[in-house]
Structure formats: structure tokens, C-alpha cells
């Protein structure tokens, strides 16, 4: 103990660190690994990092066939290194260094983070395809088998008696979704002087919050709180391989998330710029957003969207419709939900 405070290491600042450093050893090794190995073929690497629920779907379709589409046409291999967590903290981690080429983020804000950390030098996302967005995916709730609350709308989730698992809107940008859906369900249906009211009961009811909505989904599977706010998308993967064991509840009017892809050109060099450009290019293409649909996203491209399992929506809405994001942000996550209903749950 003596020798700890004489050398006063500074113990916090060396494990916020550690995952940098980690991942750059990790890099290190997986890009000379075909040198240590005597392989003879060519090899690339292109690092993503993405928000939670991506992963099934980057690592086991968009990655091998966008690697199969480049070895057949330039006879390189391609290899990915890849992180998936809430997309709060991966902002947070390419803030701090990680040498991320690709971003995929739960929401623009997120990207408009990096622009003010001056980790992108301008808004180049809004350059893509769509503007940066990739996929669509609504917020619905998960129930216990039977649904024996009788949950069916947003305005039942703040009823007594009711416990909500939700993500967390600090490190998630899944949650900050759930808190447009929550309250715009009712200000954009004729209920606004209703909407803070409706926020704040469903918040008084949430028995439990994780870092991201795949760890908020691993509390509701562990036995949580009554009902889920999550993607459609998180319980249809699942739903098509037999494994939900709950029940959907597509709510009458409820938010599309929109997420946004970012290249983070500062840490791609020259000879890589072609590869990440081609990996981007790849992502809008029919192929790429065919497998996003099998896999329970919804396609920019509405004629693509044909998966049997998507549910109706009877009054869909958009960021756009609460005035975009820095309006959406200013006046419905900071001036109402984080000044109000969280200083009134505090009472």
C-alpha cells in the first residue's frame, strides 16, 4: 500500500485505458498473423465498430459475403476485426482512440459527437447513401409468455404494478430511442399535453436498466420486470431460430430507429481507402440489404422488406417528426426526461 501511494498511480486512468491498449495488441498480431503463420495469400483487414444488436448480423452475413464479393473480384483476402457494444460507449471508446475505419451507430447524435470531439473533421455521413442511414428498426415491448399484464400500448406501461426493463439512455443509444417512441407516441397523436405525463409513469415503473439493449434483453431473459422496450429487431433474430420465449406487442404508434454509418478517416490510410470505400459501398447494396432483412432489420429500400415476421404498425413515426435530433435531444431527452422525470422519480 505504502509503495502504491508513493508512486500515486492513478488506477482509474489505467483501466479506462486498458481496452485501447488491449485492442491495439490484439490488431497488432491479427495483422502480421498471416506472416507468422507462412500463409502465402494476400490478406486486408478492416476494423468496425458497431452498436450492440449488429452483431449477429455483421459477423455472420454482412462480413463473409461482403469478404467472399472482394476475394472473388481482387483474389485478397479480407478479415475483420470487430467490437459490439451500446453505441454511447463505442462513441465513447473511438473518442478515446480505438483505431475504429467504420462506425455503425444506433443514432445520428452519436455521430454528431465524434464531428464535436473533432474525431470527424465534418458531417461526411450525410455524403452516404440515405444520409448515413443503413437500417430501420421500430421499438416494440417483449412480454412474459400469454402476455398476463395485458400490455398493449405505451400508455398501459406506466399502469401500477408493472415493471419495465429498459436500457440505459446514458450509454445506450437503443434507450434514447425508447424515450422519443415513449413520449412522441402520445405528442404526436393528439395526447402532447399527455406525453410528460405518460413519460413519466412509464419511468416510475422501470425495475432495471443495463448498458445497452442486448444487456437490458439478457435482464428481461433473466427474469426481470414484466416488459421489455427494445428493438423489433432483437425479438424477430430470435423469433426466427425458435429461441423467444415471449411475446411481441407492437404498440399503435411507435418510433423507427434510424442508424448511421460513419467512416473515420483519420485512422485509414491511403492504400486502405479503397478497401473501406468498397466495404461501404457494399453495405447500401441489394445483397447486403437482403441480409439485413433476414436477419429482422428493416431495409431503407421498402421493396426489400419482405420478411413474413415484420409486424404492422398503425401509425409509424420519425426523428424528423419530433424536429430532428438536436431539437429531439434539447427538448425531450435533456429538458424533459433528464430535468424532469428523473428529478421527480428522485423525489
Known sequence: MILFNKYKINWHLLFSRLPIFIFSISLLLFTIWP??????K?????????FSILAEVMNQGIFPAFSSEWEDSTGEKVNFISSFAGSGTITNQIIMGVPAEVAILSLELDAMRLLDKNVLTDSSWKDLPNKGVL?????????????????????DLGRGGIGIVHPDPLTSGGAQWAILAEYGSASLNGNKSNAYSQLLAIWKNVVAQAASARAARTQFENGFGDVLVTYEQEALFDKSRGRLIADIIYPKSTILSEHTVVVVSKNISD???ELV??????????????????????????DLNDNKQFGKIEKPFMVEDLGG?????????????????LE????
Open 35 to 40: 506472416w507468422l503463420t507462412g500463409s502465402a
Open 42 to 50: 494476400s490478406s486486408r483487414t478492416i476494423v468496425v465498430y458497431g
Open 135 to 155: 437500417n430501420l428498426t421500430p421499438f416494440i415491448f417483449l412480454v412474459r409468455p400469454g402476455n398476463p399484464k395485458n400490455i398493449k400500448d405505451f400508455s
Open 271 to 273: 492504400k486502405q481507402k
Open 277 to 302: 470505400d468498397a466495404f461501404i459501398n457494399f453495405l447500401w447494396s441489394e445483397t447486403a440489404q437482403r441480409i439485413f432483412v433476414k436477419f429482422g432489420f428493416r431495409s431503407i429500400n421498402e
Open 325 to 341: 435530433w438536436t431539437k429531439a435531444k434539447k427538448e425531450i431527452i435533456e429538458d424533459i426526461w433528464k430535468a424532469k422525470v
Open 344 to 347: 421527480e422519480i428522485k423525489k
